[in-house]
């Protein structure tokens, strides 16, 4: 990156400093009041920078894929960048699938780590990897620190590249002697960056053609993604749907973005959305995508996706545009300026809103026959049940994290969710172990909130580690384990594809399928953390609001038949016309014709 900073606008200490001591400094000047950070012999000086350091908070996670993640979590919860940091070699290659994960999602995060001492680069010495070339392809940008004099500018510079445009991480590796020496730090008020791509604004012609769009269409469908969130969006689009009363469906991270108990919200598209959701991207003849990037998840058969359509597709980064999904009104801009301009051209025109009567008639029906619905058994706790009980008892209000896997798409079918960042998943990168360490980084930026942890058995079990950082460090987010022994979607797909012949799916004790295993309560009772199992209907919803109520983690093990899909289903590649809205008992049926009415 160029160095162009302003030396008028910047101030000079009086002493000098170690630049472990420096880069604390640097990241207290950015305002970071916490760091999940795990030391080892190349990161320890930054760790002894960290102990003088009165703003910053600094969590010991237990491994550091953890902190990662926990980074992660607080970051989507918040909104402001995570920081993470670990040790050169096997310290740094645990942090990179949470970092991969940020890349990703788009969730602002910066990574740092110790790196061997400068005259051992490339030696192979103990504990060296190449950071910097392992990381090129999961961050905005990889540095590589070989003075001392540059940590200030560089962890200016991080922090801007990570909020900048469309947000992501950045990672800043540093060798241990460049930490250890001395200098008078010159600190940057800015860096310019002329390589960096900000945030473009639409024109007013782009954003005319698309209100003329909406005046010819008689089907139109409003789609939201993440990007909505990212950009504190959420405000802007809820008063352009209001103002043109068009129906409105998310991406999966695009969740909350849109209240889902307003009258125009479809909730969210895809291979696990709701089939009305997905029949009416199908049968739209406008589809406004704002802030998404085309995910196979959700277009399934590309070209079979809103074929129907005229697409308008508003995205803060040109490489999305055109880049999934060819559309026809490609709009470059930042997203919430898109929005609010389009809400004052609404405004200032005097337009009479089109109401689009049967389009919603239409939509209604579709949420008449296929709602999203599990058949409750009076022997056993249904997984679907969990995650609506735990919706009603929080009036959509809790964050919601999950792992990956079955309950993942469980929670975000029936939790309804109201707010943006509330819901905290790894969908791009789909990486089992996130949920409950993201729930601890969560729980931590926003101390006030209620926030759970929905996991499954085996995604939980990646991380469970961070039942002690949750214990020492006083966390008090609370997990969900919906357990079948499984790994759940994969058994799915077995069931599917495969004829039902299991490939290593089973995570208990095959010697005894009747004993639950292992003992989770037990397991947390270890690490000095409350838990409870429940097995049978009556109990659930007390054993919920006695886990809400609690001031301090806990753990709420609900044992779950392993016989249940993620319903509906469009298979991989596949259409709408596919869609799987049965369980297999009885047929696989598929979701054809229109729906009278």
């Given at each position: ?19 472990a ?11 970071v ?11 320890m000086l930054?760790?002894?920078a ?9 969590i ?36 990179i ?15 740092i780590t110790?790196q061997v ?18 990381t090129v ?10 003075d ?12 801007k590249?990570a909020?900048t ?23 940057p008020?800015?860096v ?27 089907r139109?469908l ?6 909505v ?8 689009l809820?008063?352009?749907a ?5 129906p ?10 849109f ?12 291979m ?6 997905n ?23 590309v ?20 880049k ?16 609010r ?5 609404i ?14 008639k239409?939509?209604a029906?579709?949420?008449r ?7 409750a ?5 249904m997984?679907?049940?969990v995650?609506a009980e ?13 792992g990956?896997?079955?309950?993942q ?16 998943s790894?969908l791009?990168?789909g990486?089992?172990?996130?949920g ?7 729980q931590?930026a ?30 008090p987010?609370?997990?969900?384990i919906?357990n ?7 058994m799915q ?12 799916t089973y ?9 639950m ?14 838990a409870?199992?429940v ?16 001031r301090e983690?806990?753990?709420?093990d ?13 298979p ?5 016309r596919?869609?799987i809205l049965?369980p297999?008992?009885g047929?696989?049926a598929?979701?054809t ?5």
């Amino acid at each position: 990156m160029k160095n162009n900073q302003s030396t008028a606008a910047a101030k000079q200490t009086s002493s000098t400093l170690s630049g472990a001591d420096i880069l604390v400094r640097a990241l207290e000047r950015e305002g970071v009041d916490t760091v999940f950070a795990y030391p080892g012999g190349n990161s320890m000086l930054f760790h002894q920078a960290l102990t003088r350091s009165k703003p910053i908070r600094t969590i010991l996670p237990r491994h550091e894929q953890g902190g990662a993640f926990m980074a992660g979590g607080y970051a989507r919860a918040s909104g402001k960048v995570g920081v993470c940091m670990a040790t050169s070699g096997p310290g740094a290659t645990n942090l990179i699938t949470g970092v991969a994960d940020a890349f990703m999602d788009s969730i602002p995060l910066i990574a740092i780590t110790g790196q061997v001492t400068r005259s051992m680069i490339g030696k192979t010495g103990f504990q060296e990897t190449d950071v910097y070339g392992m990381t090129v392809p999961i961050v905005k940008h990889s540095y590589l620190v070989m003075d001392v004099n540059d940590i200030p500018r560089v962890v200016k510079e991080a922090f801007k590249i990570a909020t900048t445009g469309r947000p992501g991480p950045v990672w800043i590796d540093v060798p241990k002697d460049v930490q250890a020496a001395r200098t008078r730090p010159v600190w940057p008020a800015d860096v310019d960056l002329p390589g960096l791509v900000g945030h473009a604004k639409a024109g007013d012609d782009a954003l005319l053609e698309l209100l003329a769009l909406v005046e010819k269409s008689a089907r139109p469908l409003l789609h939201a993604g993440g990007g909505v969130i990212s950009a504190n969006a959420a405000g802007e689009l809820k008063k352009f749907a209001e103002a043109t009363h068009i129906p409105v469906s998310t991406t999966l991270m695009g969740v909350g973005a849109f209240p889902e108990t307003h009258p125009l919200a479809c909730k969210w598209l895809g291979m696990h959305g709701p089939a009305y959701a997905n029949r009416a991207a199908d049968d739209c003849d406008l589809l406004i995508a704002v802030g998404v990037r085309f995910s196979d998840r959700v277009t399934s058969k590309v070209s079979e996706f809103a074929k129907r359509a005229t697409i308008v597709h508003i995205e803060t980064d040109a490489a999305e545009l055109n880049k999934n999904k060819v559309v026809q009104l490609p709009i470059l801009s930042d997203v919430k300026y898109a929005l609010r301009r389009l809400n004052e051209l609404i405004r200032k025109g005097g337009r009479q809103r089109k109401d689009f009567p049967a389009w919603h008639k239409k939509i209604a029906a579709w949420k008449r026959a296929y709602p999203l619905r599990y058949r409750a058994r009076p022997d056993v706790i249904m997984p679907q049940q969990v995650v609506a009980e735990l919706s009603k008892l929080t009036r959509g209000d809790a964050i919601i994290s999950t792992g990956v896997g079955q309950h993942q798409m469980w929670a975000a079918q029936f939790y309804d969710y109201v707010r943006p960042r509330t819901y905290l998943s790894s969908l791009g990168l789909g990486a089992m172990g996130f949920g409950y360490p993201a729930a601890l980084g969560a729980q931590v930026a926003r101390p006030g909130a209620q926030v759970v942890d929905i996991d499954g058995d085996g995604s939980f079990m990646m991380n469970v580690q961070e039942l002690a950082t949750a214990a020492i460090e006083k966390i008090p987010a609370k997990v969900i384990i919906i357990n079948n022994q499984y790994l759940g979607m994969v058994m799915q797909w077995e069931d599917r594809f495969f004829a039902s012949n299991r490939g290593h799916t089973y995570l208990g004790d095959h010697a005894d399928r009747g004993k639950m295993y292992p003992d989770y309560v037990t397991i947390c009772a270890g690490f000095g953390v409350k838990a409870e199992q429940v097995s049978k209907p009556a109990d659930l919803v007390p054993a919920l609001k006695r886990m809400l109520a609690a001031r301090e983690p806990y753990v709420l093990d609900v044992l779950v038949p392993e016989t249940e899909h993620v319903l509906p289903m469009i298979p991989a590649g596949t259409s709408v016309r596919e869609t799987i809205l049965e369980p297999m008992a009885g047929g696989a049926a598929r979701l054809t014709g229109d729906i009278p009415g």
